[in-house]
């Protein structure tokens, strides 16, 4: 299923990505570099300097040569090898991301070998990951996952239209679609669990866990800030009342909108405004 970035819900779900650099290096592989059919538990990516070798990812083979990257899935089968005595010099990392209970790459099928199109950029970005990774420095911890961040979508950038949504997350993707039409199309209306629920064919409490699993929040909250993103953009594109747009968004009372909406974006509806952001 090709990825559609303009689903809501794809950008939702990425407000709980969750990364964590564990190791992040420049290295000549030696001659016994070699593991075969293990399953790792985070995610691997190289971007290759010189050298040659072989890789196995799931059934598919590779043999990556320089100026390629190399991304290997978490829970994946891999297998990889030397395969002369010309061995890889790569960049190299090995990371978590995680979306609520999920690898972020349990949803999206991202190609295991591509060309890398801005070769400087890689390396600059590897070499800042791997000096900051032997940093012992407490804010070198925020800077490095900044980093990963950058390489992470650098990643997706240039893998492009090849990414795909996992076939087994098509059910997901699926009803999170339905949910999302059903909460745009409701947004000025009261919508209680019950009835967000019954839309979706689910019993409400297993809606709230599978809100929190995915999103990290209620169901009633996830709607309450569709309604804020709805707000600010109204206030930025129309020249709506402030009291038009409480009602756009289901709040009938202007003083509670104007309240819940300082909550969120910590200035009034008319500063937002006036602010042109």
Not at 20 to 29: E, F, G, H, L, V
Request: some cysteine.
């Amino acid at each position: 299923m090709p990825l559609d970035d303009r689903s809501a819900y794809f950008s939702e779900l990425l407000r709980n990505l969750k990364v964590q650099p564990i190791d992040a290096y420049y290295t000549r592989c030696t001659s016994h570099w070699r593991e075969l059919d293990y399953v790792p538990d985070y995610n691997k990516l190289y971007y290759i300097c010189e050298g040659e070798g072989w890789v196995k990812i799931g059934n598919a083979e590779y043999s990556p040569g320089p100026g390629q990257l190399v991304f290997m899935p978490a829970n994946v089968k891999q297998s990889y090898s030397v395969i002369s005595d010309n061995t890889y010099e790569k960049y190299w990392c090995h990371f978590t991301a995680t979306i609520g209970e999920l690898d972020l790459f349990q949803w999206f099928d991202v190609p295991h070998c591509i060309d890398a199109l801005q070769h400087e950029r890689w390396k600059a970005l590897f070499e800042e990951l791997a000096a900051l990774h032997a940093d012992g420095a407490f804010l070198s911890r925020i800077r490095e996952k900044a980093v990963l961040l950058e390489l992470l979508s650098l990643l997706l950038t240039e893998a492009g239209t090849e990414i795909r949504v996992l076939p087994g997350r098509s059910s997901d993707v699926q009803r999170l679609d339905l949910i999302e039409r059903y909460i745009e199309e409701n947004l000025a209306e009261p919508v209680t669990l019950e009835q967000l629920a019954k839309h979706v064919h689910l019993h409400p409490n297993y809606l709230v866990r599978y809100f929190n699993k995915h999103f990290a929040v209620s169901p009633l909250k996830y709607m309450n800030r569709r309604r804020m993103q709805k707000a600010r953009e109204l206030l930025r594109s129309t020249s709506l009342s402030v009291k038009e747009v409480a009602e756009r968004v289901g709040y009938a009372d202007t003083n509670h909108f104007a309240k819940a909406f300082r909550r969120e974006n910590s200035c009034s509806p008319t500063e937002y405004r006036l602010r042109g952001v």
